[in-house]
Antibody, heavy 122, light 108 residues
Framework: QMQLVQSGPEVKKPGTSVKVSCKAS????????VQWVRQARGQRLEWIGW????????NYAQKFQERVTITRDMSTSTAYMELSSLRSEDTAVYYC???????????????WGQGTLVTVSS | DIQMTQSPSSLSASVGDRVTITCRAS??????LAWYQQKPGKAPKLLLY???RLESGVPSRFSGSGSGTDYTLTISSLQPEDFATYYC??????????FGGGTKVEIK
């Protein structure tokens, strides 16, 4: 069964960083692309960036360019999204989503993680 | 950036109704469009990709059409489990892979 399992909820103070993990199983992680998307309460889906797992190539939305880093560990089939300089507006549910057949990055997402709530509060 | 304008933002419909949701891109996206369904507290679920290709396991009452800049998601006969929010996403040009604003389908 193909699935993505994300790390648990986080509470962070403004100005700090958060790193969310996304462990893949049931498909060939190395031939996939993983995108990260967030959703504030009651708001639309907002695309953050993607990583092509095999090459490690990344692509970020300009809004997050200076603050986000997406990485992967092929030995554990895990992708990571780290967001720095957190502010209250970053409070949202963060999702990873993968396409197992995507080698170019610019793809739709077949499979989604369950979401990780990140709360930024002083 | 390619902007995706989805309409309507919400609609009320009854079980058995035919429902149509539209997504318009700010430039041509060559059918590189996906539709997702999201229920409260859950992750989005892929319904269609390449504008009209049904994802495995998705009921055939869902269909997609369109070309160039204009795309449509149609539910031929709305079922109780279809009440949800629907999003389009273009994957033609990155960054970013833009989402539409969402359409909430509610019970009339």
């Amino acid at each position: 069964q193909m699935q993505l399992v994300q790390s648990g909820p986080e509470v962070k103070k403004p100005g700090t960083s958060v790193k969310v993990s996304c462990k893949a199983s049931g498909f060939t992680f190395t031939s996939s692309a993983v995108q990260w998307v967030r959703q504030a309460r009651g708001q639309r889906l907002e695309w953050i960036g993607w990583i092509v797992v095999g090459s490690g190539n990344t692509n970020y939305a300009q809004k997050f360019q200076e603050r986000v880093t997406i990485t992967r560990d092929m030995s554990t089939s895990t992708a990571y999204m780290e967001l720095s300089s957190l502010r209250s507006e970053d409070t949202a549910v963060y999702y990873c989503a993968a396409n197992p057949r995507c080698s170019g990055g610019s793809c739709y997402a077949d499979y989604w993680g369950q979401g990780t709530l990140v709360t930024v509060s002083s | 950036d390619i902007q995706m304008t989805q309409s309507p933002s919400s609609l009320s419909a009854s079980v058995g109704d035919r429902v149509t949701i539209t997504c318009r891109a700010s430039q041509g996206i060559s059918n590189s469009l996906a539709w997702y369904q999201q229920k409260p507290g859950k992750a989005p679920k892929l319904l269609l990709y390449a504008a009209s290709r049904l994802e495995s396991g998705v009921p055939s009452r869902f269909s997609g059409s369109g070309s160039g800049t204009d795309y449509t998601l149609t539910i031929s006969s709305l079922q109780p489990e279809d009440f949800a929010t629907y999003y389009c996403q273009q994957y033609y040009s990155t960054p970013p892979l833009t989402f539409g604003g969402g359409t909430k389908v509610e019970i009339k």
